[in-house]
């Protein structure tokens, strides 16, 4: 759905989680209360569910924070800010990723970065959705032109979890660590995950928008279909209240210098850390490449960022992709 106007006045007026009464809301967005009703029906399509009190009046179940780009670049540090050509918010998308790409085709400038309150079609990988109800996560696409191809950004996804933990990190929140090869995970469930698209010549200058889905707090109505276990910083760190402007902004000053750095120094400067971070390292899993399907234990990556998993008969096998599966005795 289209999110009008009034909804969006009616959203920064609600998004304190404090009543309002709907003559209140008429009065501010110049309408009759039954109006005002009925927008209010219409944000429970986009996973915002609110209540209604006799004599009180109207308010959402849970509080929002609203993106707004000063509040942002208030956090941003001279170095990211140097890095980032522009900054975008919008309501309501398709996919940042998506937006990003087709920006990358018609001359996009590197560093343009683009954030969502909602994704009405948002990409996971390997065609996935993402599920992106409004104003509860984090949804943010960045924009970068390297020169020397594919084959010089390879890994790039690791690092670019390195940078999310530390970001996290930044804000106190623990009990997190990376799932090969770009998931971000806690306690054995999902918290977010990285999708690098890379468009551009095999030896020669490429683009990659490098997406990241991270989840603040995830409605239990908009989560009935994913199929993996998953979390937010909500169950993670016991807060209601996140501040979602701050760690957008944190993120930024941790992401924007690893990508514009990678080309230059690669994987090998991440590795110990990534290792650091390892939830696969030592447990038993599957990894799945197309139809095929491996059994093993993971002992963790090697120098390029591939996955190495002991099979059952001792010997070790090196992995450039796939999707690697707890087995379901041995999450960590």
Request: glycine letters at 12%; one cysteine or more; aromatic letters at 8%.
């Amino acid at each position: 759905m289209n999110i009008s106007d009034k909804q969006k006045k009616i959203l920064s007026l609600l998004a304190d989680g404090e009543f309002h009464s709907g003559t209140e809301l008429a009065i501010a967005l110049g309408i009759s209360r039954s109006a005002v009703w009925k927008q209010l029906n219409g944000l429970t399509e986009l996973g915002l569910q609110h209540s209604a009190v006799s004599g009180k009046g109207y308010r959402l179940e849970n509080s929002l924070e609203l993106l707004v780009a000063s509040k942002i670049n208030a956090v941003v540090n001279d170095q990211a800010g140097a890095l980032m050509s522009s900054l975008e918010i919008h309501d309501q998308i398709d996919s940042t990723n998506r937006y990003l790409v087709e920006r990358s085709q018609n001359n996009g400038l590197s560093g343009s970065v683009c954030f969502a309150e909602y994704q009405t079609d948002g990409k996971g990988r390997r065609g996935r959705q993402w599920v992106s109800p409004y104003g509860c996560n984090i949804y943010l696409s960045i924009l970068w032109r390297f020169q020397q191809g594919p084959a010089a950004i390879s890994g790039l996804s690791l690092a670019i979890g390195v940078a999310v933990i530390r970001a996290l990190k930044q804000h106190q929140v623990a009990d997190i660590g990376l799932k090969w090869p770009n998931d971000i995970y806690s306690q054995g469930k999902k918290l977010g995950g990285i999708l690098v698209e890379v468009s551009g010549e095999t030896d020669g200058p490429c683009s990659a928008v490098i997406g990241l889905g991270l989840n603040l707090f995830l409605p239990e109505a908009k989560a009935q279909g994913i199929t993996q276990a998953w979390t937010d910083l909500t169950k993670i760190t016991g807060q209601k209240r996140l501040f979602r402007n701050k760690l957008a902004g944190t993120l930024l000053n941790h992401l924007l210098p690893v990508i514009a750095e990678y080309e230059g120094i690669g994987i090998h400067a991440y590795l110990d850390e990534w290792r650091d971070y390892d939830c696969l390292s030592g447990q038993a899993a599957t990894l799945f490449v197309g139809q095929q399907q491996f059994e093993g234990m993971v002992r963790g990556i090697d120098d390029n960022g591939m996955l190495l998993i002991e099979r059952p008969d001792g010997s070790i096998q090196t992995f450039a992709s796939g999707e690697v599966s707890f087995n379901a005795s041995a999450s960590p």
